[in-house]
C-alpha cells in the first residue's frame, strides 16, 4: 500500500511542475485577473455616457450618435439652396395668418363683423409668422419703443419689442397704471375715453412703433400717437395685423405710415 501511494504521489508532483502545464496555468491566471478590469472599465464608460464625460466614450458610441443625427428628420431642413426654397414667402405666410383670422358676424353689436384673432393664437406657426413678419420689417430701425395699444397690442408687442432688441411700453385705459401719469382723452362714437402711459416710461429723442391688432377708425392710434409725442418721441410708424379699409383710419393718421398684413371687409 506504501508504494503504491508513493508510485502515485510523484505523478501529480511531475504535471504540476511541467513548463508547458505552468505556462497554460499562468495565462489562464493572466486572463484571469484581466477580465474584472475590462469589465470595470465597461462598466465606467456606460455610467459615464450619462455623466456627459464625453472624452470617455468609446469610438463606436460617438459613430453611432453622429448617424443618428444626420438620419434625423429636421436636421439642416433649412439650410442652403434647397433650404430657402422651402421656405414659406411672405404671400404665403399672409395668406395663411388671413385664413385664421375668424370673423363673427354681429358682434359686439349688430352689422359688425368682429375680426376675431383668438383663432390666429391657437396656430403657433401662423402666429409666429405673423411676429416674424413685423419683426422682419423693424429689426436694425433703430427702434427702441414698442408701444402696445391695451389690449390685444399686448399680445403681438411684447415678442417683437424683444426680437428687435426694443423696450415694450403699455398704453392702458385709466386707473390701470399704479404709478404717476401721462393722459390723452380721445372721442368715442358714444362719448369719451382715456389713454394713459408711464411718466418716465419714454424719454425725448427715442423712436417708436405702435402697435395694436386691428385699425378701424384709427381713433386709438392717433391717441397712442399724440401721447407719444407729447414727450418728445418720434413714431416712425403704426403696425397692426388687420385693417378695414372701409373706415379709413389710415387717413386719420395723417404723415404717420401704417403697416398692416391682412386687409379685411368689417362692415
Keep these: 500500500m506504501i508504494s ?8 501529480p508532483a511531475m504535471i504540476a511542475f511541467s513548463p508547458a502545464v505552468v505556462e497554460s496555468s499562468l495565462h489562464q491566471r493572466l486572463l484571469s485577473a484581466a477580465r474584472p478590469a475590462t469589465c470595470t472599465r465597461n462598466h465606467l464608460l456606460k455610467q459615464n455616457r450619462f455623466t456627459g464625460d464625453s472624452l470617455r466614450i468609446s469610438t463606436r458610441s460617438r459613430t453611432r450618435s453622429r448617424s443618428r443625427s444626420q438620419q434625423a428628420p429636421f436636421t439642416n431642413c433649412f439650410s442652403g439652396d434647397q433650404g430657402a426654397a422651402r421656405m414659406d414667402s411672405q404671400e404665403d405666410r399672409i395668406a395663411k395668418i388671413a385664413s385664421t383670422i375668424r370673423v363673427i358676424p354681429d358682434f359686439p353689436k349688430p352689422g359688425i363683423m368682429f375680426q376675431d384673432i383668438t383663432t390666429l393664437l391657437l396656430e403657433p406657426k401662423a402666429f409666429k409668422d405673423t411676429i416674424d413678419l413685423f419683426v422682419e420689417r423693424y429689426k436694425g430701425k433703430n427702434i427702441s419703443v414698442v408701444a402696445g395699444v391695451e389690449a390685444r397690442g ?13 423696450k415694450f411700453v403699455p398704453l392702458r385705459k385709466p386707473n390701470k397704471l399704479p404709478g404717476e401719469v401721462i393722459s390723452e382723452e380721445y372721442s368715442l362714437e358714444y362719448g369719451t375715453d382715456v389713454m394713459e402711459m408711464h411718466i418716465g416710461a419714454v424719454e425725448a429723442g427715442e423712436r417708436a412703433i405702435v402697435m395694436d391688432d386691428l385699425v378701424a377708425t384709427g381713433g386709438t392710434l392717433c391717441t397712442a400717437v399724440k401721447l407719444l409725442e407729447r414727450v418728445g418721441v418720434r413714431v416712425v410708424e403704426c403696425a397692426c395685423v388687420i385693417e378695414l379699409p372701409e373706415l379709413k383710419g389710415r387717413d386719420r393718421l395723417g404723415d404717420i405710415p401704417l403697416f398692416v398684413l391682412v386687409k379685411a371687409a368689417g362692415i
Excluded: K
Excluded at 503504491?4 to 505523478?11: D, E, I, N, R, T
Excluded at 408687442?157 to 424683444?162: S, Y
Design 4 to 11: 503504491v501511494q508513493l508510485s502515485v504521489a510523484p505523478l
Design 154 to 166: 399686448f399680445i403681438f408687442g411684447p415678442p417683437i419689442a424683444l426680437a428687435i432688441g426694443a
